[in-house]
């Protein structure tokens, strides 16, 4: 992939992902619905990302290398991280990391001591 390509597709993904994710919001929103924007906006990055890029390569015939599958990865964080501009979304997304990694944690702890 070149670097050409990388960027117009960023480009053009996160676009698309932050409108579709401000829609899904706005449908919860309307349902009275709580939900989580940084995960809705992974699922978009998920399937706007990937798809995209996978279309992408199928259209222009660039072959499948490792590299290309890695590329397809780093497109999908890339887009995620494009649709929550904002710092208050990120920072979202790192306090609920720094929640889940302790109870994780305590969970081999206890594992652990059982044995």
Same mark, same amino acid.
């Given at each position: @992939? =070149? ?9 053009? #993904?996160? @676009? %698309?992902? #932050? /409108?579709? &994710? ?7 929103? +309307? %349902? ?5 924007? +940084?995960? *809705?906006?992974?699922?978009? %990055? /998920? $399937? $706007? #990302? #990937?798809?995209? &890029? ?10 499948? =290398?490792? +590299?290309?599958? *890695?590329?397809?990865? !780093? ?5 995620? /991280?494009? %649709? @929550? !501009? ?6 979202? =997304? ?6 889940? *990694?302790?109870? =994780? ?5 206890? +594992?652990?001591?059982?044995k």
């Amino acid at each position: @992939m =070149t670097v050409t390509l990388f960027i117009s597709l960023f480009t053009i #993904g996160s @676009m %698309a992902c #932050g /409108l579709i &994710t401000e829609a899904v919001k706005k449908a919860y929103e +309307n %349902a009275d619905k709580q939900y989580s924007a +940084n995960i *809705i906006a992974l699922v978009d %990055a /998920l $399937v $706007v #990302g #990937g798809l995209g &890029t996978v279309v992408a390569y199928m259209l222009l015939n660039v072959e499948w =290398t490792v +590299n290309n599958i *890695i590329c397809i990865v !780093l497109m999908i964080v890339c887009i995620w /991280l494009g %649709a @929550m !501009l904002g710092f208050d979304k990120i920072k979202q =997304t790192l306090e609920q990391i720094a929640v889940i *990694i302790p109870k =994780t944690v305590e969970d081999k702890e206890e +594992n652990n001591e059982d044995k």
